[in-house]
């Protein structure tokens, strides 16, 4: 079973031209198709005598690949898309052939130690220090809810005495916070925002004091969100960290898609403030080029998170030295070296590529906006902040995105689902693939 026979050769060499085939051409939009309909033509998949590579391999290439829409293509625009470099889809398959395990450092350590040059990057462009770190884990919601966990048992050492707490977030915080609060059974108080979609920390101080002095609950943590999923908003994240930290209560980024912009020039001065984060997140597999799924969880103290994650075993204690495991750093134990491509992509390419790539995207948002604004039916929501262009048409209800959304994916034209704002139906462009050209642009607002 494990000889490398001539088939195993021969289904090697069709794997490896199939996939140079998908990276080298432009990605096809494609769209789903309902399970009857998939069932259909490819009827059970699983059965006792096997298909064999090549049947099985022609199944996904002819059918099931092409009921998945890709999320690299220039024209995908919808909710956070995802644009790997060639280089990481690349060494993605490298990681794929060598049976890497990346929870420990006895038998990780050049994978992990690579993984950890990459956080180290992400955490220096955030300006924490030297003895920051953590782990990449699967996305965002998983993120975000390992290091509130952290932040809760720092809160229950320090507060012996409280028995309920909550998390304060704005109300425009991502859904993953809310799942979080539920999963650890807390509750989550959200901050009204001002008029520009932002959390300022003068609000969130009032909140707090207010709720410490009802409540015989204590606020643990502050989450702060840095790109809004939605519209790309930063909250103020200096006012933000300072109401927090006054109040002894841990500071919270969650950058899963903007903190990725720290590398471009031109707004890295929106972020500041994240320096005094006791934790952040970003997804590189949103706007830094990394396939799924790799998000990276950096702590100011990891040792915070080390005595709150490392599981304890029989057969594991062996692990337990004075050596960094990815393992100790999050909820999980078992992890692939999933933050190997974004260290490869980011080691080849270097660091000034990722700048410039991301200048692309912000350039092609402002330029959308323009065009935008220019255009005769439709509005812009707001100035982008960072690459999300949220706009709505003149006269249409929400019937009207919804068909018109759907039109454009029958067309094989564009993915841009429908998305609301204050009750009010609207259209977003979410840029974070540097091959989106305005000519891309143009073609979907020409349907507008
Ligand atoms: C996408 C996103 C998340 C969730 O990340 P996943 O990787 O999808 O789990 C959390 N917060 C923000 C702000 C996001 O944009």
Same mark, same amino acid.
């Given at each position: 079973m494990h000889?490398?026979t001539?088939d195993v050769?021969a289904?090697a060499?069709?794997?490896?031209a ?20 998939l069932f259909?033509?490819v ?5 006792a ?7 099985a ?6 059918v099931?690949a ?10 995908n625009?919808a909710?956070?898309?995802?644009a790997?470099?060639? /280089?990481a889809n690349?060494?993605?398959l ?6 890497l /395990?990346g ?9 992990v130690?690579a993984?950890n040059?990459a956080l ?16 990449f884990v ?5 993120g975000?809810?390992s290091?509130?966990?952290?932040a ?12 309920r707490?909550?998390?304060a ?13 539920q999963?650890?059974?807390?509750e ?14 003068s609000?969130?101080?009032k909140?707090?004091?207010? /709720?410490? *002095?009802s ?12 790109g809004?999923?939605?519209l ?10 300072r109401?927090?930290h006054?109040r002894?209560v ?7 898609y903007?903190?990725?912009?720290l590398?471009a020039?031109?707004v ?21 080029f990394a396939?799924?799924d ?5 702590? *100011? ?5 080390r005595e ?9 204690e062996t ?7 990815p393992?100790? /750093?999050?909820?999980?134990l078992? *992890?692939?070296?999933?933050g190997?491509p974004f260290w ?15 200048e692309?995207t912000?350039t ?8 935008i ?6 509005e812009l929501?707001?100035?982008?902040e960072?690459?999300?262009?949220a706009?709505?048409r003149?006269?249409?209800?929400k019937?009207?995105?919804?068909k ?10 564009g ?9 009010q139906?609207?259209l ?12 891309d642009?143009?073609?979907?607002l020409a349907?507008l």
């Open positions: 000889e490398f001539k050769e289904l060499h069709e794997v490896l199939y996939s140079l085939e998908r990276l080298k051409s432009d990605p096809p939009l494609d769209g789903p198709r309902t399970e009857q309909e259909a033509e009827g059970n998949t699983i059965t005598p096997g298909l064999g590579g090549k049947e391999l022609k199944v996904f290439t002819d099931l092409k009921a998945c829409i890709s999320t690299d293509h220039p024209r625009l909710f956070i898309p995802s790997p470099t060639e /280089y690349l060494f993605d490298v990681v794929g052939a060598s049976a /395990y929870g420990s450092w006895q038998e990780g350590a050049g994978a130690f993984e040059q180290r990057w992400l955490s220096d462009l955030a300006g924490l220090p030297q003895s920051a770190g953590g782990v699967q996305g965002g919601t998983m975000n809810l290091a509130l966990v952290v809760r048992a720092q809160a229950r050492k320090k507060y012996p005495e409280t028995t707490f909550a998390i977030c704005s109300a425009e915080a991502h859904s993953s916070i809310a799942s979080a609060a999963v650890m059974d807390v989550i108080i959200k901050i009204t925002p001002d008029e520009n979609g932002r959390m300022q920390g609000e969130l101080g909140v707090i004091d207010e /709720y410490h *002095r409540s015989h609950a204590r606020i643990f943590a502050v989450v702060a969100t840095a809004t999923t939605n790309g908003i930063i909250d103020e994240l200096v006012s933000i960290g109401a927090a006054e002894d841990w500071f919270h980024v969650d950058g899963a903007g903190i990725a912009a590398c020039p031109s890295r001065a929106l972020f500041n403030g994240v320096e005094e984060a006791d934790s952040f997140i970003v997804d590189p597999h949103k706007w830094l396939p799924f790799a998000c990276a969880l950096v702590y *100011r103290n990891p040792e915070l998170a709150v994650h490392t599981q304890h075993a029989s057969y594991l692990l337990h030295d004075d050596s960094w495991s393992s100790d /750093y999050a909820i999980h078992t *992890r692939r070296v999933r190997l490869f992509s980011l080691a080849a390419y270097g660091t000034d590529a990722y700048s410039e790539a991301m692309q912000l092609i948002a402002k330029d959308a906006a323009e065009l604004r220019k255009h005769p039916n439709l929501l707001r100035e982008p960072l690459s999300i262009v706009f709505t003149k006269g249409w209800k019937e009207d995105y919804q018109w959304s759907e039109a454009l994916l029958a067309d094989q034209i993915f841009i689902p429908p998305s609301s704002h204050n009750g139906s609207i977003r462009f979410a840029i974070v693939n540097p091959w989106t050209k305005i000519s642009i143009e073609m979907i349907t």
